[in-house]
């Protein structure tokens, strides 16, 4: 069972417009959620993340947004740059001190010329 | 420094050979974490040390064998591996559990079992 779910497997956006990434989750103990972008080859790398006692965290050209009601998370990239073609993470982690950062499938973004 | 360091990058053994990766972290993190990725896969947690003790173990197989000598290093032992272990294996740190602030990862160990 799908604890964090990223629905789309892919993305195409145009340099300079706005990429938008989805992210739905299950559990509603979760309390911490967090973006990693990843190349090929390499570890994920921390992006950006947000508490749910928060609906909005914003750091330079990422914007996090969290809806709990919907239990649905999505990332801005504003503007987006050829730099951003990457696979992008959501994972959530839970406030019962469960020690676990659970991961979603991942999103390939492609940032078109 | 916020670097986890991952040795080898690279590693092929065969099914009888016991092999250690090994993981590095100079930023006083007290939570370590193996995890192991298969292609187009997501990361998959395997185990998590907190203050150098074993707190999560995910059901692995006892063929993988984790180890935190000390607060900076982490490593992972094999042994009688199948080829179906083959996958990039992650370590990551962070400064507390549960991870309520970002986990650093290494660049990984790309692992063949032949």
């Known amino acids: 069972d799908q604890q964090v779910k990223q629905n789309s497997p892919s993305l195409s956006v145009q340099e300079g417009r706005i990429s938008i990434l989805n992210c739905d989750y299950t559990?509603?103990?979760?309390?911490?959620f967090l973006w990693y972008k990843k190349y090929p080859a390499e570890g994920p790398t921390f992006l950006i993340s947000i508490s749910s006692i928060k609906d909005k965290n914003e750091d330079g050209r990422f914007t996090v947004f969290l809806n709990k009601s919907a239990k649905h998370l999505s990332l801005h990239i504003v503007p987006s740059q050829p730099g951003d073609s990457a696979v992008y993470f959501c994972?959530?982690?839970?406030?019962?001190?469960?020690?676990?950062?659970?991961f979603g499938k991942g999103t390939r973004l492609h940032i078109l010329p | 420094d916020t670097e986890v360091t991952q040795t080898p990058k690279h590693l092929v053994m065969g099914m009888t050979n016991k092999k250690s990766l090994k993981c590095e972290q100079h930023m006083g993190h007290r939570a370590m974490y193996w995890y192991k990725q298969k292609a187009k896969k997501p990361p998959e947690l395997m185990f998590v040390y907190s203050y150098e003790k074993l707190s999560i173990n995910e059901s692995v197989p006892s063929r993988f064998s984790p180890e935190c000598p000390n607060s900076s290093l982490l490593n992972l032992h094999l042994h009688a591996l199948q080829p179906e272990d083959s996958a990039l294996y992650l370590c990551a740190s962070s400064r507390e559990i549960p991870p309520t602030t970002e986990a650093f990862f290494g660049q990984g160990t790309r692992l063949t079992v032949v």
């Open positions: 559990n509603s103990m979760f309390d911490y």
């Open positions: 994972a959530a982690s839970g406030f019962n001190r469960d020690d676990k950062i659970i």
